[in-house]
């Protein structure tokens, strides 16, 4: 059946929240990763009852659907790679905070930011913090399972869902569990949902846990002669017991993209080492005592070492975490940014092996990301125009994959599979476990409509232009 046909009988139901236009349909064609295809409509529903009348629709006419939020997915999960059907709740972001109880309703458009706001405004807090929070939605958080720079103390975004509203891919709205901190009644669909990348059901709605919030913070950076040394720090601090909020390590490159951007070194007199960049929180007392120790263990191992608990000064600290990401394309137009994970016992082994791929392959490759939970951000820099350097970067990328496995290790901590990683899902999964996971996706969407093509499918995507658009998350 044709698309126009399809798409005629959607405004039949729909109306003016189906939008066919070419503005409508650019803007819906991509996510984070720039990966682009344009759907043939976007839809914005304005109930839950709208979006099982979208999902009906598509069953019958067989017609794909990809549900979106903010688009910050940096894997191609939000990218319709089989045209047909945008789903856009962007704008679905009722939210209220329960204050006794510490819980958050929330619609999947609310914004991260926009909840943990609220949230301190109550005295509560959400910890789950991506580098997209302004942008990401909690939709896109739940479908991918965000994480963030405070998941080694916190934890990640399936740690605070008490409860998702949604529909089935076959358009039957369904609850899974309740506003309650214990449900032990029939299987836990909510988990299966979550880091489903919007394959399993549309989530309309969620119920989150709040934890108080804390009462001091401090921030320490810390320099060091060289990653192994930083990384062996990591492995003291956790040792002690200490359990920082955040624990960001930045090695050399990363460090040093920062200080060209900013004009100046991290620490005078020792450009370009690498570094930890440490929060702690929590009562007043015990950040004391935890900057104390903390301070012990860094004196021993630490270059230079500063501190503070103002928070104008914390933020001149947290530059260097700021600004290296963007200031990477100065070693390259193009990024591979994969957010590969660890054990604690294997960190000095990952970073070593990307230090001598890295000159294997004549790639540039900077590293930073979440050392309390072992889940590195590894950028590979290439110029797209230069098709050596492309493959370069791509046999760096397939190394990087095979090593990680081979260290015990994942291939995604937080961005999710999606269009970009489905080429090393057989690393880490073996087929038993891949079969089990299809049986269970074509259980609940037997017509393989919702989001095809991500997770199992391998897609060639890169060869495909990118788009000339600047995205606001693209600081990372």
């Known amino acids: 059946m044709s698309s126009q046909t399809a798409n005629r009988a959607l405004r039949r139901k729909l109306g003016s929240r189906v939008a066919t236009d070419e503005n409508s349909r650019f803007r819906a064609s991509f996510d984070g990763s720039k ?19 979208v999902l009906k629709l598509a069953n019958r006419h067989r017609v794909p659907v990809t549900t979106r939020g903010g688009g910050s997915s940096l894997t191609g999960s939000a990218s319709p790679v ?54 990401g939605t909690l939709g896109g958080n739940i479908a991918c399972n965000a994480g963030g720079m405070r998941g080694g103390k916190y934890g990640v975004t399936r740690d605070y869902v008490l409860a998702l509203r949604g529909v089935l891919p076959t358009g039957e709205p369904v609850s899974w569990s309740r506003d309650l901190r214990k449900y032990a009644a029939g299987y836990n669909m909510r988990d299966l949902w979550i880091g489903s990348e919007g394959t399993l059901g549309v989530m309309t709605e969620a119920v989150l ?32 017991r200490l359990v920082p909020s955040i624990l960001e390590f930045l090695d050399r490159e990363s460090v040093a993209c920062a200080e060209a951007a900013t004009g100046r070194p991290v620490f005078a007199g020792q450009a370009g080492r690498p570094v930890l960049l440490i929060e702690l929180d929590g009562h007043a007392m015990e950040v004391e005592e935890d900057r104390l120790a903390l301070l012990d263990i860094l ?116 961005h999710g599979i999606g269009l970009a990683k489905t080429p090393f899902l057989e690393l880490e999964h073996d087929k038993a476990e891949i079969a089990a996971m299809r049986a269970v996706k074509q259980a609940l969407d037997p017509n393989n409509i919702l989001n095809p093509g991500k997770i199992f499918e391998v897609t060639r995507v890169w060869n495909e232009t990118p788009l000339t658009v600047r995205l606001p998350w693209d600081h990372r």
């Open 82 to 135: 089989n045209g047909g059907w945008v789903l856009d709740l962007s704008d679905w972001s009722k939210l209220r905070i329960d204050p006794v109880a510490g819980m958050a309703y929330a619609q999947a458009g609310v914004r991260t930011g926009q909840l943990q706001r609220a949230a301190e405004k109550k005295g509560w807090f959400y910890p789950p913090d991506p580098s997209s929070k302004e942008f």
């Open 299 to 414: 004196r021993e191992r630490a270059t230079a070492v500063r501190d503070t608990s103002e928070p104008e000064e914390a933020e001149a600290l947290w530059e260097v975490r700021r600004k290296c990401s963007g200031a990477m394309f100065e070693l390259g137009d193009r990024k591979l940014n994969e957010d590969v994970v660890v054990p604690l016992r294997s960190q000095i082994k990952l970073i070593g092996f990307i230090r001598r791929i890295s000159r294997e392959t004549r790639t540039p490759i900077a590293t930073f990301g979440h050392a309390a939970d072992g889940n590195f951000h590894v950028n590979i820099m290439y110029h797209r125009a230069d098709r050596d350097a492309s493959r370069r970067a791509l046999r760096a990328l397939n190394a990087l994959m095979k090593k990680v496995i081979e260290l015990g290790g994942a291939i995604s901590g937080e």
């Open 35 to 53: 990966l682009a295809w344009k759907p043939d409509a976007v839809v914005r529903p304005a109930s839950e009852d709208d979006v099982a009348v």
């Open 209 to 240: 846990r709040l934890v108080p919030k804390p009462a001091a913070k401090w921030t320490i950076l810390a320099s060091f002669n060289n990653e192994t040394a930083a990384l062996r720090t990591v492995k003291s601090i956790l040792g002690a």
